[in-house]
């Protein structure tokens, strides 16, 4: 269990108590993509100082939300079905906080997992559901996502790959996904720019994945 004690009894009190302190919410957002290495945990947090990474690790396991596991001869961390269901309340703070999203500081990053976890949230099934299946390779920073849209489904993965549309982007796109900037004037100002493939697919993106700020 977590340092932390409110002294109240209740479920938001149960909920703070467990994933409340500094990183553990960030942690459970990284393994909402998959399974990971303590060093890839360590790499895609590189704030975070390598005892706190692991007394959260130990608290996390010990509340049930995560479970270590051998994979191909390592220990991988993964989210337990009890973790799992935090998905639904990691979405929503990441849409509660797009509102108030402004331009970043020079010392933060994009990371594959936070963009990935960030597609996500901005996902709208329902539009996608109507639209024909489009996948999407994406330069985000240093962040390169392979983007698949199938129906209502959707599948992001690391790397490059077969792609409709191929694009680059910096942390303005939260511009574009917002509906600050149409589709075409964030090509036309370079806060998109199309590598290949048929670049009016960009308002096929811009449609699929919106979040209002």
């Not at 989210?79 to 020079?106: C, I, M, N, S």
């Given at each position: 269990?977590?340092?932390?004690?409110?002294?109240?009894?209740?479920?938001?009190?149960?909920?703070?108590?467990?994933v409340?302190?500094?990183?553990?919410?960030?942690?459970?957002?990284?393994?909402?993509?998959?399974?990971?290495?303590?060093?890839?945990?360590?790499?895609?947090?590189?704030?975070?100082?390598?005892?706190?990474?692991?007394?959260?690790?130990?608290?996390?396991?010990?509340?049930?939300?995560?479970?270590?596991?051998?994979?191909?001869?390592?220990?991988?961390?993964?989210?337990?079905?009890?973790?799992?269901?935090?998905?639904?309340?990691?979405?929503?703070?990441?849409?509660?906080?797009?509102?108030?999203?402004?331009?970043?500081?020079?010392?933060?990053?994009?990371?594959?997992?936070?963009?990935?976890m960030?597609?996500?949230?901005?996902?709208?099934?329902?539009?996608?559901?109507s639209?024909?299946?489009?996948?999407?390779?994406?330069?985000?920073?240093?962040?390169?996502?392979?983007?698949?849209?199938?129906?209502?489904?959707?599948?992001?993965?690391?790397?490059?790959?077969l792609?409709?549309?191929?694009?680059?982007?910096?942390?303005?796109?939260?511009r574009?996904?917002?509906?600050?900037?149409?589709?075409?004037?964030?090509?036309?100002?370079?806060?998109?720019e199309?590598?290949?493939?048929?670049?009016?697919?960009?308002?096929?993106?811009a449609?699929?994945?919106?979040?209002?700020?």
């Amino acid at each position: 269990m977590a340092a932390r004690d409110y002294g109240q009894y209740g479920g938001i009190t149960q909920a703070l108590e467990l994933v409340g302190e500094r990183w553990a919410l960030l942690i459970v957002r990284d393994l909402l993509v998959g399974p990971r290495r303590y060093g890839e945990l360590a790499a895609g947090l590189p704030r975070i100082p390598s005892n706190i990474l692991a007394a959260r690790l130990k608290e996390l396991q010990a509340a049930g939300i995560l479970r270590r596991v051998p994979h191909s001869r390592v220990i991988v961390y993964e989210l337990t079905p009890y973790g799992r269901e935090l998905e639904p309340v990691v979405l929503a703070l990441g849409a509660w906080g797009f509102k108030t999203l402004g331009d970043p500081r020079e010392e933060q990053i994009i990371t594959p997992d936070s963009m990935t976890m960030d597609l996500r949230t901005a996902f709208r099934p329902e539009v996608a559901a109507s639209l024909p299946s489009t996948a999407y390779s994406a330069r985000l920073g240093a962040a390169e996502l392979l983007i698949r849209v199938h129906g209502s489904a959707l599948d992001v993965s690391r790397g490059d790959g077969l792609a409709d549309l191929a694009f680059a982007a910096g942390p303005d796109i939260r511009r574009l996904i917002s509906g600050e900037l149409s589709p075409d004037r964030a090509i036309q100002t370079g806060v998109v720019e199309v590598l290949r493939g048929r670049g009016d697919l960009l308002d096929r993106f811009a449609t699929t994945f919106h979040l209002a700020a």
